[in-house]
């Protein structure tokens, strides 16, 4: 039959006590053939009387009946049982929106609900298979608008290669979602990723993951942990408008970890954008750059910014603050611009327009309009450019190419006390 939703293939069982099967027969098969005349509006036909539809239509006689031997069976609390069946849903042009197919399904009248064993099936999109879904139990609800399953759910896009496991499926073919919740797990050649929830847009090929995700990507080698992270599957972009947390990793060891309450990740370049608040910690040597955002190349193992910045190196107890930075975390080296100013542990200064910090050498190289100042004992430098240690107070001043003489400015102690 063209119109018919539930194929039955072997056998079907009906029990309900006191129920009249003849005339039940009879009020179906005349049901049947009123509804068989309204053939447009056959697909918007709910569950029950599509599994009733079948049962008439299907061999032409009544099905085999088996009365429940229970004595305390309501009529409320009939069933319908099913061998091999096919639960299918169309639009209104008659294209599939999900098939279900279940070697054994029962359907459970005063519920609404049809609970299927081991069911197999496919969701569609514009008449397209676009996931395929599967589970060892599942709870069936469908009002032709939705599809519910609740199970072990495991759902397959055919032509990505991702897979989401868990334990709820809802599809919603005329809003273009699909929601897998309850402990989801997502697996894919490029990222794995589990969270509680995940939102499915097929046609925009975008998956939004929700509740404590934590997402493992295999090139570059980081993770990420965040509460609502959005993966455009076709660029390869993975991005969140939350705190998040990136984790890089080399041999299965941490070597950076990026942070912000944003964030951009580009799988494709390996380059990550960190916007407000942004923090990069380095392990060796351990190093935190802060900015309000910075581009992290991880591939070329860069971080710079063009907003003011502020780099810390803990073990020298060194602070420098600029207006803009860049950083080669291979070579250790960061290079400063506009308003530097190196801070050491005894306060001791160095300010400059520009500034080189070769964190392995601890060594600093200053350029333009160059002041260093110390505390103990008092003294002022100023020069052209200046190099040196600035934790040892070890820093020579030079002139440079300007032919301007270095100028050395002695404070005394009691300088600026009045009696």
């Not at 999900?98 to 069911?119: C, D, F, H, L």
């Not at 600029?322 to 611009?337: D, P, S």
Request: aromatic share 6%; proline share 4%; with cysteine.
């Amino acid at each position: 039959m063209n119109y018919q939703k539930v194929r039955q293939k072997k056998r079907v069982y009906y029990a309900e006590k006191g129920q009249n099967l003849q005339g039940l027969s009879q009020l179906l098969a005349s049901i049947s053939f009123n509804f068989l005349q309204l053939k447009a509006n056959l697909f918007y036909l709910p569950l029950t009387f599509l599994l009733l539809l079948g049962l008439v239509a299907c061999g032409g006689k009544s099905p085999t009946v088996s009365q429940s031997d229970d004595a305390d069976l309501s009529p409320q609390e009939s069933n319908l049982t099913f061998f091999d069946v096919t639960l299918e849903q169309a639009d209104e042009v008659g294209r599939p929106l999900w098939k279900v197919r279940s070697k054994r399904a029962m359907y459970t009248k005063e519920k609404q609900i049809g609970e299927a064993e081991n069911p197999v099936g496919e969701l569609y999109q514009d008449g397209k298979p676009v996931y395929k879904i599967q589970a060892d139990k599942a709870d069936i609800e469908q009002d032709g608008q939705r599809l519910f399953l609740k199970g072990k759910i495991l759902a397959t896009d055919p032509v990505n290669g991702i897979v989401l496991q868990g334990n709820e499926l809802e599809w919603l073919p005329q809003e273009d979602l699909l929601i897998v919740r309850n402990q989801i797990n997502g697996t894919h050649k490029q990222l794995q990723a589990v969270a509680q929830e995940a939102r499915v847009k097929t046609r925009e090929q975008r998956i939004e993951f929700s509740g404590g995700v934590i997402a493992n990507s295999v090139d570059p080698q980081m993770q990420m942990r965040t509460e609502h992270l959005t993966w455009q599957i076709k660029e390869e972009i993975l991005m969140s408008d939350r705190p998040i947390q990136i984790d890089r990793y080399k041999n299965n060891k941490i070597t950076d970890r990026g942070q912000g309450d944003a964030a951009k990740v580009n799988l494709n370049t390996k380059i990550a954008t960190i916007q407000k608040n942004a923090q990069l910690n380095l392990v060796d040597p351990p190093t935190q750059i802060a900015s309000d955002s910075m581009t992290w190349d991880m591939n070329a193992e860069t971080v710079k910014t063009n907003s003011p910045i502020t780099v810390v190196q803990r073990a020298e107890n060194v602070t420098v603050t600029a207006n803009r930075g860049a950083m080669n975390i291979q070579q250790k080296i960061v290079n400063l611009a506009g308003n530097v100013t190196a801070i050491g542990q005894r306060r001791q200064s160095l300010k400059s327009n520009q500034l080189s910090w070769y964190l392995d050498k601890k060594l600093l190289e200053a350029q333009g309009n160059v002041i260093y100042r110390q505390v103990d004992p008092p003294i002022n430098f100023t020069g052209e450019t200046a190099i040196g240690n600035l934790q040892t107070e070890d820093i020579v001043v030079k002139s440079g190419k300007s032919g301007r003489r270095v100028v050395t400015e002695i404070i005394p102690k009691d300088a600026g006390i009045r009696n």
